[in-house]
């Protein structure tokens, strides 16, 4: 073999690693790209749950007026006995069950839900609500307290990563 | 003889991996075209939301009548609110154009979103806006058109390129739930 057979063959390796690293950096700023379009429409629908419960009480015994101690709060976070939503919630009738059924913020603790849209495939979302320190949402509160937060994820499958979305509400 | 055929040889390679390039090249202009149109759709629609966002929630800002909305149709909310915080009540107008206007673009979905205020004239921009809808609920959270009864606003708004990348529109699309404080 030749001194220029060998040159050649050292080219042709390079010019093959060039164009596979070019293509895997085009593969993935596309896919990064095309995932904006649903991490838009995701951030949407977890938002969209979020102002939802915004719109509801802060506790079953404050529909009518506030509490002073945090004993008169409920101890179990979740839906009442008359809020039935059996599994996942479905847009029927231009709303969901949950916007009629639900009255205050922590009937969404384990709530579940499907966001259709005719772009991409359903989304789920799913709900989570706690109590937290008033002073840092981050943290789990001790027993109750006057702060509830939400976790809402997101999921599709053209994700490749859940969306979070978190919301406390004090009364 | 040996020369010719390693001419030849050379030069069929050489065109070859021209061809490669070429077409690398064609690739990467097409991806960095897509990336672009895609973020600006992204962009487009974001804004649009924060727009919405802002003008949606300020209704009934000031109004002291009980009729804070004057119209609450599908594609059209109008309102009663001070806007621009000078003490005089503004209406405000958001609508959708009936019909395909835009027709130097390529898009034949694509329509302007209008906004007025009081008698100024339409302002709007091209954003590519294809879909804007709106709903409306009562305090219980059932589908109202009785401007009077509304507490919250659902819009949802689909945004698209104003032209195709290989025969496809991208878009994005988002629903949003307002409720503004003047209504509760």
């Not at chain 1, 919630?89 to 603790?109: M, V």
């Not at chain 2, 069929?12 to 075209?33: F, P």
Request: charged residues 25%.
């Amino acid at each position: 073999m030749g001194g220029t057979t060998l040159l050649t063959m050292a080219a042709m390796v390079l010019l093959s690693v060039f164009i596979l690293s070019s293509n895997s950096l085009i593969q993935t700023n596309s896919a990064f790209m095309s995932e904006g379009e649903y991490i838009i429409t995701a951030i949407s629908a977890g938002q969209m749950l979020i102002d939802e419960a915004k719109t509801k009480a802060f506790d079953e015994n404050t529909l009518s007026a506030p509490v002073g101690t945090v004993k008169e709060l409920t101890s179990s976070l979740g839906k009442e006995k008359d809020e039935v939503i059996d599994g996942f919630d479905i847009f029927k009738k231009k709303t969901f069950k949950s916007t009629i059924q639900f009255d205050d913020f922590d009937d969404y603790n384990g709530y579940k839900r499907i966001v259709s849209t005719f772009r991409s495939d359903d989304y789920s979302v799913s709900a989570l609500v706690q109590y937290v320190d008033p002073l840092n949402p981050d943290k789990s509160a001790v027993g109750k307290s006057f702060c509830k937060k939400i976790t809402v994820i997101v999921t599709n499958p053209y994700l490749t990563v859940p969306v979070k979305l978190e919301y406390a509400m004090i009364q | 003889m040996q020369y010719l055929l390693e001419i030849t040889a050379s030069t069929i390679v050489g065109g070859m991996i021209l061809l490669l390039v070429m077409r690398m090249n064609s690739t990467l202009l097409e991806s960095a075209t897509t990336i672009s149109v895609e973020k600006t759709v992204q962009s487009n629609i974001t804004s649009l939301i924060d727009e919405l966002d802002y003008y949606f929630k300020q209704i009934g800002y000031r109004v002291k009548d009980t009729d804070k909305i004057i119209t609450a149709e599908k594609g059209e909310l109008s309102f009663l609110s001070d806007i621009d915080n000078d003490g005089d009540i503004d209406t405000v107008s958001y609508y959708l154009s009936k019909k395909k206007i835009l027709r130097e673009t390529e898009n034949p979905n694509d329509k302007l979103l209008y906004r007025v205020i009081n008698s100024s004239p339409e302002v709007t921009s091209n954003l590519g806006v294809t879909s804007f809808e709106l709903s409306y609920y009562n305090g219980a959270g059932v589908l109202t058109n009785d401007e009077e009864e509304i507490k919250y606003i659902k819009y949802a708004i689909e945004v698209e390129s104003l032209f195709p990348i290989n025969g496809e529109y991208k878009g994005a699309y988002a629903e949003r739930i307002v409720r503004p404080n003047n209504l509760r």
